[in-house]
């Protein structure tokens, strides 16, 4: 258990619907990160945030945004599904976020656009 | 953009054989780590090598970092069923964020 916990572990929707992840942080750490899985693409960093603030930015489409809360969970938000969306989606937080802290990932939210 | 190819992508082996996987780079890293991820969870940290030339070993396992820490390689020793799962490289350099590999499936049989 690395202490980072996602929910919901499996989402099932319709193409143009919007759905939600959540994420809770490791207790201490400031830094959370946003995955996207998939088999053609590998782990694909989407967007970093520390201590409320966004961070960093990686291939995020714009219908993807997230956010991190004064309690330091973080949402991501899915809008305008498509079919190619289906994936895991990964949270992982770290202390600072500097990119040799390690990492601490949770288990994931499967999304399947149907 | 800094891109990290992993090789071989797809690995299966016998109990107690030796095997080495590779990830490399034409982009300088500041940072190497070896995560291993199983079905159904996420990655989990196996080491991070900060120094060009750096050796750590973790049981059977010896990671390597390049001397220009552009590559890094992971050799595992008499393999066991135990090992199975994705193993992912990831750099980290100038931006703040990691760049992973894209992962070599183990396979370790019985």
């Known amino acids: 258990d690395s202490g980072v916990t996602q929910t919901p572990k499996h989402l099932i929707t319709a193409t143009g619907q919007r759905v939600t992840l959540r994420c809770s942080p490791r207790?201490?750490?400031?830094?959370v990160y946003w995955y996207q899985q998939s088999l053609d693409q590998g782990l694909q960093f989407l967007i970093q945030?520390?201590?409320?603030?966004?961070?960093a930015k990686g291939n995020i489409l714009e219908r993807f945004s997230a956010q991190q809360f004064p309690d330091l969970h973080s949402e991501l938000n899915l809008s305008s599904l498509e079919l190619g969306d289906s994936a895991l989606y990964f949270c992982?937080?770290?202390?600072?976020?500097?990119?040799?802290?390690?990492?601490?990932f949770g288990p994931g939210t499967r999304l399947t656009v149907l | 953009t800094q891109l990290l190819e992993q090789s071989p992508q797809f690995l299966s082996i016998q109990e107690g054989e030796n095997l080495t996987v590779y990830c490399n780079s034409s982009?300088?890293?500041?940072?190497l780590q070896w995560y291993r991820q199983e079905p159904g969870e996420g990655p989990v940290l196996l080491v991070t090598?900060?120094?060009?030339?750096e050796v750590k070993k973790l049981k059977r396992l010896t990671f390597q970092f390049g001397d220009a820490r552009k590559d890094s390689s992971l050799h595992i020793t008499a393999a066991q069923p135990g090992d199975t799962g994705l193993y992912l490289c990831?750099?980290?350099?100038?931006?703040?964020?990691?760049?992973f590999g894209s992962g070599t499936q183990l396979t370790v049989l019985p």
């Open positions: 990831a750099g980290g350099g100038s931006a703040r964020q990691l760049t």
């Open positions: 992982a937080s770290s202390l600072s976020g500097r990119s040799y802290n390690e990492q601490f």
């Open positions: 982009s300088v890293f500041s940072s």
């Open positions: 945030y520390y201590n409320g603030e966004e961070r």
């Open positions: 090598v900060v120094t060009g030339g």
């Open positions: 207790s201490g750490d400031l830094s």
